[in-house]
């Protein structure tokens, strides 16, 4: 029995003001579909969910929901009563049973005590748990995720992971985190152009097709305009005279046909390249923190905090929502005063602080230019200024426009551009990834990583944080301690808890309660106080792990040839030639599946 269709999306238009979004856009989602929604900021990712939610209008066209459509999303308002617990919220929101709800909110580790605590007494990342689990309950078959990364912490995120490789369901999701799109989606659908573009393959595979096409439509506008050359060649050398008046005026109609032929190109997502002006290079301690205690009021968050920075090194404060990691940054940003203890900063250090609300102090009757002329330092030259505006996506005619008719996306934008043109010897940097497309992220990613000075960063982006990081601090129960190993170290030991929790989960008897069986794992080992050591035994090297990433692309790729070579041999085409052929890339597909076990993947 084929999949049933879920939405029609039937030819709809949007557009707000001049701006058009959707221009004729159609697609069909199915049943079990697991899709990774992309597109540069503005393209109208949640404008296309907004409309699927009935909270946003079509001007044309029309987004028909089946009958059998179940459609799940997660709340931007809190559904919370006052004092109300865990256990009680979902029976009362879902209207399901006690043991229904505990055993959804297992698979979040909500267990035992967390499901009798006040919701009020949770942190964010665990409210955030709580409202995926009401979600849940509901059974959706299409399940709507609008970058969930800019509100899950790390170890949430990896957990909704393990639920959605298992999810029955269909699901979208924007994100612009590519980690989490490669780790849970199986088709791509690309908002760009006015259009909706479904590619039944994965990001990377989808990503390597555009790349072609790309090429391909690039080779035809050479040809065409290397045409148009030649015809405008003879129009400047015979367009005056009488006798080829004609043949001139032909021409020129045959130039506006040609231009008619032209293949629109978008930028390749791997064309865009960020430019942050480097520093003086300086070597020696930047940053020494003793005996320090962090939090307000009196109120201690972290405490007995010791440690000390190089100049040029890269930092990831990590953890879940709610430790004080924003806290930490704050207090060594010299924005919030420590409760005990010292923050020492190197004579002469420039420090630059950027966090979602930076662009509340902005001048709202300031326009684009006049904001970034008056933050940037004196000797950054205009080319320098108009280039860093280009890769926040912002054009020469966006430039007059003021402060107070832009989005709070585009602020944010605009505050990191110009934060990255006062120069700064060190930019402490606050969840700097929302409101920008994976593409810009990683670009930015990439630049800081290369950057000569020193940077701190905020991020639950494992693409954004792996490009840069290359020291990690981790804010835990009261406590900061640094980590050795590498960022991947460290995801790959929260992903080990999280599928070891999983099982667990998967255990639970009626009642909530968790079958205890031999060689399950310890409350303590979930809690991510995990064994190096041990991972190390079974994780692939960064070399392997990358080899084994190119052997896994060139398995699919011989995949596809052989099927493709066994429909020709079906139709009786070249069937002894293409018998060969199948023959030769079964042996090789079994040599690339062997190397990537030998490998460990």
């Not at 296309?48 to 799940?72: N, Y």
């Not at 900063?345 to 420039?350: A, E, N, R, S, T």
Request: hydrophobic residues 35%; glycine residues 8%; aromatic residues 8%.
């Amino acid at each position: 029995m084929a999949d049933r269709v879920l939405l029609q999306v039937r030819e709809i238009t949007k557009a707000f003001g001049e701006k058009i979004i959707f221009n004729g856009a159609s697609v069909n989602i199915v049943e079990k579909q697991k899709i990774g929604v992309i597109g540069r900021n503005g393209a109208g990712k949640t404008t296309f969910f907004k409309m699927i939610l009935d909270k946003e209008e079509t001007d044309t066209g029309e987004i028909v929901l089946m009958p059998h459509l179940r459609l799940g999303y997660i709340e931007q308002n809190d559904p919370f009563l006052e004092g109300e617990t865990v256990i009680s919220f979902l029976q009362r929101y879902t209207g399901k049973e006690d043991w229904e709800c505990g055993k959804m909110a297992a698979k979040f580790q909500l267990k035992n005590e967390k499901l009798q605590s006040k919701i009020s007494d949770l942190s964010g990342g665990y409210q955030m748990r709580v409202k995926l689990t009401a979600t849940l309950l509901f059974e959706p078959n299409l399940l709507l995720l609008d970058e969930p990364t800019n509100y899950l912490d790390l170890s949430t995120l990896i957990l909704l992971e393990q639920f959605l490789k298992t999810f029955k369901g269909a699901f979208m999701v924007i994100t612009h985190d590519r980690e989490f799109i490669k780790k849970t989606c199986l088709q791509t659908l690309d908002v760009a152009g006015g259009q909706l573009l479904f590619h039944p393959e994965p990001l990377e595979e989808y990503l390597e097709y555009k790349e072609e096409q790309e090429a391909l439509a690039a080779s035809v506008n050479v040809n065409i305009e290397r045409k148009q050359k030649q015809l405008q060649e003879f129009i400047s050398k015979y367009g005056a005279k009488a006798s080829k008046a004609a043949s001139a005026q032909s021409k020129r109609k045959q130039i506006i046909k040609l231009d008619e032929k032209k293949i629109s190109i978008g930028r390749a997502f791997s064309a865009v390249k960020m430019y942050i002006p480097p520093i003086e290079n300086k070597q020696g301690i930047g940053l020494e923190v003793k005996n320090l205690n962090t939090g307000y009021e009196g109120k201690v968050i972290t405490s007995d905090i010791k440690f000390t920075i190089d100049r040029g090194n890269k930092v990831a404060i990590l953890g879940d929502n709610g430790q004080g990691k924003s806290t930490l940054l704050k207090t060594i940003a010299g924005k919030l005063g420590p409760v005990s203890g010292n923050v020492f900063w190197k004579d002469g250090l420039k420090i630059a602080f950027y966090n979602q609300h930076v662009s509340e102090e902005m001048i709202p009757t300031e326009n684009i230019l006049e904001y970034i002329k008056r933050v940037v330092v004196s000797n950054v030259k205009d080319d320098e200024i108009y280039r860093v505006l280009g890769n926040f996506l912002f054009k020469k005619l966006d430039y007059t426009k003021l402060i107070s008719y832009l989005s709070g996306g585009e602020k944010a934008r605009l505050c990191l551009a110009g934060m990255f043109l006062s120069k700064a010897d060190v930019y402490l940097l606050d969840e700097p990834t929302n409101h920008l497309d994976f593409e810009t992220v990683e670009s930015m990613g990439d630049a800081l990583g290369k950057f000569n000075g020193t940077v701190f960063v905020v991020s639950h982006n494992r693409t954004f944080v792996n490009l840069i990081a290359n020291q990690i601090m981790e804010v835990k129960d009261g406590h900061v301690r640094q980590i050795l190993g590498t960022y991947e170290d460290y995801v790959w030991q929260l992903e080990e808890a999280a599928q070891k929790e999983s099982l667990v989960a998967s255990s639970s008897l009626p009642g909530g309660e968790v079958q205890r069986t031999k060689g399950a794992v310890s409350e303590s080992s979930t809690t991510g106080d995990y064994d190096l050591s041990k991972a190390e035994k079974t994780k692939p090297s960064k070399e392997a792990a990358k080899r084994i990433f190119e052997l896994k692309k060139d398995l699919s790729k011989t995949e596809k040839k052989i099927k493709q070579l066994q429909e020709l041999v079906s139709e009786n085409v070249e069937t002894e030639k293409n018998q060969v052929l199948v023959a030769d890339l079964e042996v090789r597909w079994l040599e690339i599946q062997g190397e990537i076990e030998k490998l460990g993947g």
